[in-house]
């Protein structure tokens, strides 16, 4: 008995103590803010949501990282702060991360990083610019001007708007629902896109595409070692199509109205199941090419690789 009452008494302050731990890391903060609103947000690791309200008014609610050395909302004019103060040198994976949600007026210009803290984003409009490592960022419902960059970590976004950037080096991108001028950038990484912008630009290295264009005015790719399949609908300008060591498959519309202009280069192939019209090759040259016109051809498609094949089909 008497030692069941000395468990008790050394064990009810430390669990008291642990709940007090706990509740030390929590955080629930208001700042009533300025337009023309410019947050900076440093989240190293965890999760972070971050969406609008009909507020002047950032609201952050959460619990932060067990390191955390405390937290910063700090407003100088119309620009504020807001971080999860970390060590300088710490150890840990993102289980013991921040896990927060922060409130803020739709209409403002954003900076987000972290390493491996991941981003949900959504209802936001202005100039948006998120950064993380190794951690995943989902963006939804962003208008103006929207960048997005990881090094390993997934990008995932449904209706954004306005001029986009998404890049990533050995994480994936997967992009539906957007609209305006779109940029893509990936290393080693997938792409798979469902997008009514009308400018549109991919750059990739080793990773693979599968990309739907609604209306699309101009078209820049680029890829080296790496295949992409292209579906576009209408073509208003130009598209210009590149490879190097890796297959571009190019489905249209038969009535797409367009000038041709295909170069199978040296050690490639051209496959044209769109028309009856068939590549060429010169004398002693390794070179194939591909020439022809359909419709009023009111749009220009140059495509070429070298080393790779180039497929034409509806």
């Known amino acids: 008995m008497k030692a069941t009452q000395l468990l008790n008494y050394f064990t009810i302050p430390l ?3 642990a709940n007090m731990a706990i509740a030390a890391q929590s955080v629930d903060k208001q700042l009533q803010v300025d337009d ?5 947000i440093k989240v190293l690791r965890g999760e972070v949501k971050v969406s609008s309200w009909d507020k002047d008014e950032i609201s952050v609610k959460g619990t932060l990282d067990e390191l955390s050395e405390g937290f910063i909302l700090d ?3 119309n620009q504020v702060t807001l971080e999860d103060k970390m060590p300088r040198h710490f150890n840990g994976n993102n289980k013991s991360g921040s896990d927060l949600t922060i409130m803020v007026p739709k209409n403002l210009t954003l ?3 972290g390493l491996s803290s991941s981003y949900n984003l959504s209802s936001l409009s202005g100039i948006i610019g998120i950064y993380s ?3 995943n960022i989902n963006a939804s419902d962003i208008d103006n001007q929207i960048f997005i960059h990881t090094v390993s970590g997934n990008i995932k976004t449904s209706k954004l708007t306005g001029k986009i950037k998404l890049d990533t080096i050995s994480g994936s991108i997967k992009d539906k629902n957007s609209d305006g001028e779109i940029s893509y950038k990936l290393v080693s990484g997938e792409l798979t896109s469902n997008t009514s912008a009308e400018n549109v630009s991919i750059e990739q ?3 693979d595409a599968n990309v739907q264009l609604k209306k699309v005015n101009e078209l820049k790719v680029k890829t080296i070692s790496g295949d ?5 609908n209408t073509l208003k300008s130009r598209a210009s199509l590149d490879s190097v060591s890796g297959d571009i498959e190019l489905n249209i519309p038969k009535n797409l109205a367009a000038n041709f202009n295909i170069n199978g280069g040296p050690g490639g192939k051209i496959r044209n199941s769109l028309t009856d019209d068939e590549p060429k090759k010169e004398k002693y040259s390794p070179t194939s090419y591909l020439k022809f016109q359909t419709g009023s051809a009111g749009a220009d498609i140059k495509i070429s690789t070298i080393s790779g094949s180039i497929k034409l089909s509806d």
Do not use: C, D, P, W
């Not at 023309?36 to 900076?40: A, H, M, S």
């Not at 992409?228 to 576009?232: D, G, N, R, S, W």
């Open 205 to 207: 290295i080793s990773g």
């Open 75 to 77: 407003k100088q004019g």
């Open 133 to 135: 490592v190794s951690g």
């Open 228 to 232: 992409i399949t292209l579906a576009m």
């Open 15 to 17: 669990i008291l103590m």
């Open 36 to 40: 023309n609103l410019k947050l900076n």
């Open 111 to 113: 900076n987000a990083e």
